[in-house]
């Protein structure tokens, strides 16, 4: 994935659904600085966030020239709705290369206008001290909990096809599901998760699928000290903005602990936190997440 490489998914072991998200990932170059992206063949009423921030960052990374500079920060802000039924042009603006950073312009685009925009900062690594916040230690050993659909299976009539759509992410709820969290105030919650297959050694992959597999909870945690989940009668959310700080190596095929908090509800939008801490302990990214959080609203963004 680095540079102009094209993504490959042909190590190990791969499900169905992680080779169609590393597909997804890898954008067509259509002219210097521009790049088209698609989206999956399901039935959604606009394009999910996660993959339009992940997209951005492949189409950034595909312009940085040095092999030695990796992402270590993004910051996005959701525009428009996305259609998913047209292609997504990705226009990248070369900000500046300097001799430790690299800074990128994101814009993507669908109809003639803007539905995302995204800068991100690429950086040489540097040896010095080193410090982190410690990862949770009351915290349930992935392979003991449920995964999707067995977690997910009383649900199963009342979810419809979207309790068999493929996932390419592998996620497992420690505080409950969205279901039973109703009517249980909280001011967080916790999930292991990670690519449903093996990947193979590109830093910038992994860097990209976490991107979108970090937008597929954040948001729910905003509602949850109200006892609240995205399920909930006339409720209405939307990411606003999204961003990301990288800051140690990472795997997305291992399990990952997503440690998400509530910050601020209120005014119809919800800030969300979260720590993302490799099985070991290491602090690997900080994510940061607004959106809108309305209840029984139908205004417009």
């Known amino acids: 994935m680095e540079g102009s490489g094209a993504l490959t998914c ?8 992680l080779d169609e998200l590393v597909k997804l990932l890898d954008l067509e170059a259509i002219e210097v600085n521009l790049f088209r992206g698609r989206s999956p063949d399901e039935s959604r009423q606009r394009v999910f966030g996660g993959q339009v921030a992940g997209q951005a960052l492949v189409a950034a990374t595909r312009t940085i020239d ?3 500079r990796f992402v270590h920060s993004l910051h996005g802000y959701f525009l428009r709705p996305g259609d998913p039924t047209v292609p997504i042009l990705y226009e990248v603006d070369r900000i500046r290369d300097g001799k430790s950073f690299s800074t990128r312009r994101v814009v993507a685009i669908q109809h003639g206008r803007a539905i995302f925009n995204l800068q991100a900062s690429f950086h040489v690594h540097e040896p010095g001290p080193d410090h982190q916040i410690p990862m949770p230690a009351d915290v349930p050993a992935p392979e003991s909990l449920p995964d999707f659909k067995a977690r997910m ?7 419809g096809e979207w309790y068999d759509r493929p996932r390419p992410i592998d996620i497992r709820h420690i505080d409950g599901d969205p279901f039973t969290r109703k009517g249980n105030p909280a001011v967080g919650q916790r999930v292991w998760m990670r690519a449903d297959g093996d990947l193979p050694d590109d830093p910038t992959l992994h860097a990209c699928i976490v991107t979108y597999a970090s937008d597929m909870t954040l948001l ?4 949850l000290p109200f006892g609240l989940s995205w399920e909930s009668p006339g409720m209405q959310m939307a990411s606003l903005d999204h961003a990301m700080w990288f800051h140690r190596p990472f795997r997305a095929d291992g399990w990952l602990l997503y440690d998400q908090a509530a910050v601020s509800s209120g005014a119809g939008r919800g800030l969300a936190g979260g720590a993302i801490f490799s099985a070991d302990g290491t602090l690997a990214v900080t994510v940061v997440q607004e959106g809108l959080a309305r209840v029984g609203t139908a205004v417009e963004r």
């Open 10 to 17: 042909d190590t190990g072991r791969v499900t169905t659904a």
């Open 66 to 68: 040095e092999p030695d």
């Open 153 to 159: 299976a009383p649900y199963k009539e009342r979810m």
């Open 220 to 223: 729910d945690t905003t509602v």
